[in-house]
């Protein structure tokens, strides 16, 4: 149909030329094409339109795929290559040890040295080679408006079987000059509850806790009226992307439960 309407233009224009031009120069012949149904005119600017809408879709879907492509490689581009080495060696101590206890900082190398986590972030360097006061590690904050979001598995405490799905938003971060090792952090979570009953429903919770940016360690409580008396402790890796946690009961400090949480919002 295409085809017959360009022929025919065609041939306006070379009747046109022959006999000199009609005035004004312009074509007078009118195209029509064949009936259809009835005898429908089909437009020659309809079928250019309907090509055009088209192509107009794909190069939409073409900007969408563009742009998560663009998002994922800044994603590679901010992971650099001390981060990636950091993270490895998180791994390696994870499976390893450090040689230090819990709630003590590891300032690395080939000492073993161990300080007390109070002690990182605080204006004095206390490890011999001063990674306690690394400035990469310390102006680390909990980015208010961030979004965390993943599952949380239980195994132990009797506090509940299967999964549940956490999504935790920050809604503060605070440091205090005089106590700069500690950050006071405020939050909400949304989770599934188990009643007495055996139903389930989704409830929402206020959290509050304190960020280490020397030892890299969120700890958020639930409310004192909510019944599972758990909390969490989450260690970021060094992307700060993905968030290794723990739920442990706050009275004995035994652990009931693993969640990995994924940055989804910043």
Not at 168 to 175: E, P, V, Y
Not at 213 to 223: C, D, F
Request: net charge neutral; glycine share 10%.
């Amino acid at each position: 149909m295409l085809r017959l309407a360009i022929l025919s233009l065609l041939a306006c224009a070379v009747l046109t030329a022959a006999d000199g031009g009609d005035k004004g120069g312009e074509c007078k012949c009118a195209w029509k094409a064949p009936a259809l149904g009835g005898g429908a005119f089909v437009s020659l600017y309809g079928l250019v339109s309907a090509k055009v809408d088209v192509q107009s879709i794909r190069i939409f879907q073409l900007e969408r795929r563009l742009k998560l492509i663009t998002d994922k490689l800044v994603q590679l581009r901010n992971r650099t290559a001390s981060s990636a080495a950091q993270e490895l060696e998180r791994k390696l101590n994870k499976i390893e040890g450090t040689g230090c206890e819990r709630m003590q900082f590891a300032c690395g190398g080939d000492s073993h040295e161990c300080i007390n986590g109070l002690l990182t972030c605080d204006g004095s360097p206390d490890c011999s080679n001063g990674a306690d006061e690394d400035s990469k590690l310390c102006s680390v904050h909990v980015d208010v408006g961030s979004t965390w979001e993943g599952d949380a598995h239980y195994t132990a405490c009797d506090v509940r079987e299967g999964d549940s799905h956490y999504r935790i938003t920050i809604t503060g971060d605070k440091r205090s000059k005089y106590f700069p090792t500690r950050d006071v952090v405020k939050g909400i979570m949304t989770t599934d509850l188990v009643l007495e009953d055996g139903t389930s429903v989704t409830r929402t919770l206020a959290l509050t806790g304190q960020w280490s940016p020397g030892l890299r360690k969120l700890v958020l409580t639930p409310p004192e009226d909510y019944p599972l008396k758990v909390l969490l402790a989450c260690s970021p890796r060094y992307d700060y992307v993905t968030a290794d946690c723990k739920i442990v009961r706050q009275a004995t400090f035994e652990q009931c439960g693993t969640a990995k949480l994924t940055l989804v919002s910043q």
